[in-house]
Each structure stands twice: as structure tokens, then as C-alpha cells.
């Protein structure tokens, strides 16, 4: 379908604010669900009415063609039904996108290796706000692929997300942190997670010969279950000397393992 000028002039005095918000941040992560999509613009409703207002919005936004219905990510429990539809942008939504922000919004394109590694960030994007509006912690930014990568040395370093945090310790102090965070699904191989540690140790050497008593962000690496976890702190445990950077914890417990001492 093509999208004409004069359909999105008269598209866009139709969205709201919320609209936007929602075609923002599909956008940012490329692929989210329609659970996901409530609990972040939804939450505020009463609990009977949040699932019925959610699908009313995201049909009006399909039929606009700012969002797109790309599969069905089949679920069970309380996540069943509309919730587990997956979005991306429309066609018009991709061109809004590109008129309120510099950020390239691109067509998603199905490729099944990538689906869970999106919903994952866009997860864990969720995770955090919920936490953030509980008071556990205030989080400042999240910066995804690839405004989260850094470059140095002719290299590039490719977290999946960085986030800038709120944070109040123990003994009421309030101080702010920072952290690179590596989604690890258990998908990859033990040599492609292994050189990920040099290259975070690479980037701090040279960010303390560039920017010396500068702090160095934390390197959070999030894994699916215990297993893997202990897996993944046998290979941090490889570099003794720089243990204090890293911090291995559960994907679905983000905040414990952003919140260690």
C-alpha cells in the first residue's frame, strides 16, 4: 500500500498523544506485543477495562496502518488472546516516525532468529518502567541498538541496551548509575559470549586512558535460568581482576541483579 501526503495530513490530527507514545516505542524496539503494549500504556486503567481499552486502540492503529499485525506469538495463562498479537509499524507509522524523531524507523522484516531477541529487550524496557513507577528504582534512559553501541579504537562495542539509573542504597543515600546490559537467551554459543568480556575490558581501558577517574558503567549480563547463569559467572570469574564490573543475574528479575552493591 502506498501512503500519500495528504493521508498522513489528515491522519495525524486523528492520533493522540498516547498514539504517538505507542508508535514511538514500537518503533525504538521494532517488535512488541500487544501485552507488553498494555502494561506500558495501559496500566493506569482499572484491571477489567485495561485488555477491551488496549485491542480498541491497537485495531484503530492497524486500520490506520500505523501499526502492523506481523504473527501471533501463541501464549497460555493471563497473557493469552489479543495480548499475544506482535506489532510493528505500519507503513504510516513509519513515515510518522521518521517526522518526529532522527532515529531511522525501518519495515520490519520477519526473520525468526531475531524475534525473541526484540521481544526480550522490549521486555526488559517493560520490566524497568514497572519498577520505576513502583519507586524500586528512577530510570533516567534507556538507550537501544544502536544508539547503545560505542565506538572506540576503530572498534565497535554492541551492548543491547544502556541504561542510566536512580538509585537509593541501603543507608537512604540517593546516587545515580549506569550499566551496559547483554540479554543472553541461552541461544549463543559459549565462544561468542566469551569474547564479549575482552571487549567490554578493551572499552574500559580505553575510555581510562581517554577520560581517567571517569567511572566506568557496570556490565550486566541477564540469562533465562540458573544454569546458565552459573555458566556465565564461570566465564566472569575467567577475569578475576575486573570482577567488580560484571554482574550476572536472571532476565526475569532485572532489577536484583541492576540493584547488587
Excluded: C
Excluded at 33 to 58: D, W
Excluded at 134 to 140: H, K, N, T
Amino acid at each position: 500500500m502506498s501512503i500519500t501526503a495528504k493521508y498522513l495530513n489528515q491522519l495525524k490530527p486523528q492520533l493522540s498523544d498516547r498514539d504517538l507514545a505507542i508508535m514511538a516505542e514500537v518503533g525504538r524496539f521494532k517488535l512488541m506485543t500487544g501485552g507488553q503494549i498494555e502494561r506500558l500504556f495501559f496500566a493506569h486503567l482499572p484491571e477489567k477495562s485495561r485488555s477491551r481499552n488496549r485491542q480498541a486502540v491497537m485495531r484503530r492503529l492497524v486500520t490506520h496502518h500505523v501499526m502492523e499485525r506481523v504473527g501471533e506469538r501463541r501464549m497460555g495463562g493471563s497473557a493469552r488472546g489479543s495480548a499475544s498479537y506482535l506489532y510493528t509499524l505500519g507503513i504510516a507509522g513509519q513515515h510518522l516516525a521518521e517526522n518526529h524523531s532522527k532515529r531511522p524507523r525501518r519495515e520490519y522484516s520477519w526473520y525468526e532468529p531475531t524475534i525473541g531477541h526484540f521481544l526480550a529487550i522490549a521486555e526488559l524496557y517493560v520490566t524497568l518502567m514497572e519498577a520505576h513507577w513502583a519507586g524500586r528504582l528512577a530510570l533516567l534512559s534507556f538507550e537501544t541498538e544502536p544508539h547503545s553501541w560505542r565506538n572506540f579504537a576503530g572498534r565497535t562495542l554492541k551492548p543491547d541496551a544502556f541504561v542510566r539509573l536512580g538509585i537509593r542504597s541501603a543507608d537512604g543515600r540517593a546516587y545515580r548509575g549506569q550499566a551496559f546490559i547483554e540479554v543472553d537467551r541461552g541461544t549463543q554459543r559459549g565462544t561468542k559470549i566469551a569474547t564479549k568480556l575482552p571487549q567490554y575490558l578493551a572499552y574500559r581501558r580505553h575510555e581510562e586512558a581517554h577520560q581517567p577517574g571517569r567511572l566506568f558503567p557496570r556490565v550486566v549480563f541477564l540469562a533465562p535460568h540458573d544454569d546458565r547463569v552459573a555458566y556465565l559467572e564461570r566465564l566472569v570469574d575467567e577475569h578475576p581482576q575486573h570482577r567488580a564490573i560484571f554482574t550476572v543475574g536472571l532476565l526475569d528479575d532485572p532489577v536484583t541483579a541492576l540493584l547488587k552493591p
